[in-house]
Each structure stands twice: as structure tokens, then as C-alpha cells.
């Protein structure tokens, strides 16, 4: 379910924390980064810091077009720049690519791959990517179906293996989703006996899995906020921020 306020899913964030200034990109309109190539004047005045990262947005920006031939590692490239940026692969962080999940219902198996898993002891982050906006446009919901579902399959992975520090127990983790430039973020949780219904089958009515997304789906932010808006940058920064500090506390 869409929340209006990301307190819902965060704590505020400590005013003790220092933000990372070079992630604001100077302020750079989305404009301004579609013409951040190499040697243009809008690069000549940012500092290295900036000047990585609007390298990265402009591929992106650029790959977003329609006419564009899709090469979704400009998105990887994006989104595990922000993640080292912000020391998501530093101890006591650990940062893994491609891991696969899976569910099952009755005898029915089905596997998801997430881009990205940050991990801390018992707590992750499931960080996935779509890439390319436009594959997402005549789908219903954005694509929020298929994101529970690699949610699910993740939550009943940690809750199914016999290895991890989860197993047979509740499941609470966050997630994120990127696509394009564009970040919405995710708590859910699935009580263990949820979980453990699926091998019956599908779960009872009494039973359910909560997940919470912001921003909320709208007419502004349908597909989360965009990185490469100015007004945005600053409140993905945040929950950057928000997030790496709730698995520190997990």
C-alpha cells in the first residue's frame, strides 16, 4: 500500500548526519544533465565528486529516449555508484549482485533475481532496477506486482534457508526500485506463519503480507521520485540516508 509520509516507513533522519553535498550534483536540472557530456561547460564547473555522478545521470537521461537502443547497465552503473557513494559496500555493510530468491505455492517454484542485496547480519535491503521507463507504460500498476512478488520471493528465501540468520522466522526488510533516474522505496513485513502457509498452498484469509511503498502512487510521482528533478535529489538523498541508518540499527 502507498504511504503519504515516509516516516511511515523511516525514522527521521539525525540532524548529526552529514549528507554527502557532491550527490546534490549542484543543483543541475534535468536539462542541464542531458548536456553533461564530456568537456561541455556545465562539467567544467562541478567538482570531481559531481562530475562522476553527472556522467552517470546523463547516460541514463539519455538511454530514457525512446529511440535510444536499450543498454540497462547504465542504470546498474547509476545505482551502484550512489551505493558505494554512500558506503553501502563498507563493513558493516556487505553489497552482493545477482542474487536469486524464490517461493513456492503448493509445488509451483518461482525465481526472482534482485540487481543488488545489501545485507547486515540478519537484515538486508532487496534493491532491484526496470531500467527503461518506457517498457513499463502500458503495464497496469507500473509494475508493482511483479516487485511484491520479488519481494515475496526474497522474504521466503531468507525464511526457507536452512543458512540464514532468518530462518523459520518473521521476515522485516526493506527494498528499493529504480527505474530509469526514478527511486520508490519499500518496508514490508510476512509474519512466519504466512510464510510457512505457502507450502500448503496459498495463504489463508486471515493472513497477509504488508508492504509499504513511498512515495505514493500519483500523477506526480508515478514511478517514484526522479533523481535527475532537482527538487527530488535532495529527498532521495534523505532516504538514502534514512535507509542505510534503519539497517544500521537492525
Request: some cysteine.
Given at each position: ?5 515516509a516516516n511511515e516507513i523511516f525514522d527521521p533522519l539525525s540532524e ?195 508492504i509499504f511503498r513511498f512515495p505514493p502512487i500519483n500523477m506526480k ?30
Amino acid at each position: 500500500m502507498s504511504v503519504n509520509s515516509a516516516n511511515e516507513i523511516f525514522d527521521p533522519l539525525s540532524e548529526k548526519i552529514q549528507i554527502n553535498n557532491d550527490l546534490l550534483v549542484s543543483n543541475l536540472t534535468r536539462q542541464d544533465l542531458l548536456l553533461a557530456i564530456p568537456e561541455s561547460p556545465i562539467l567544467k564547473k562541478l567538482n570531481n565528486g559531481e562530475k562522476s555522478l553527472a556522467k552517470y545521470l546523463n547516460m541514463v537521461i539519455i538511454n530514457e529516449t525512446p529511440i535510444t537502443t536499450f543498454q540497462g547497465t547504465f542504470t546498474d552503473s547509476l545505482v551502484n555508484y550512489l551505493l558505494v557513494e554512500l558506503k553501502f559496500n563498507s563493513h558493516p555493510f556487505m553489497l552482493k549482485l545477482q542474487s536469486d530468491f524464490n517461493f513456492s505455492v503448493f509445488n509451483k517454484e518461482v525465481s526472482a533475481k534482485a540487481e543488488f542485496i545489501v545485507s547486515k547480519g540478519n537484515a538486508q535491503i532487496l534493491i532491484d532496477d526496470d531500467k527503461h521507463i518506457h517498457r513499463l507504460r502500458n503495464c497496469r500498476e507500473n509494475g508493482e506486482s511483479l516487485m511484491s512478488a520479488e519481494i515475496l520471493a526474497c522474504a521466503f528465501t531468507n525464511f526457507d534457508n536452512g543458512l540464514s540468520p532468518t530462518a523459520g522466522r518473521s521476515q522485516m526488510f526493506y527494498a528499493m526500485r529504480v527505474i530509469g533516474t526514478k527511486f520508490t522505496f519499500y518496508k514490508a513485513f510476512m509474519s512466519d506463519d504466512y510464510l510457512r502457509s505457502l507450502y500448503k498452498g496459498f495463504p489463508p484469509d486471515n493472513l497477509s503480507a504488508t508492504i509499504f511503498r513511498f512515495p505514493p502512487i500519483n500523477m506526480k510521482t508515478p514511478y517514484g521520485y526522479d533523481y535527475a528533478d532537482k527538487n527530488h535529489r535532495s529527498l532521495i538523498i534523505d532516504l538514502l540516508y534514512r535507509l542505510r541508518e534503519c539497517l544500521l540499527k537492525m
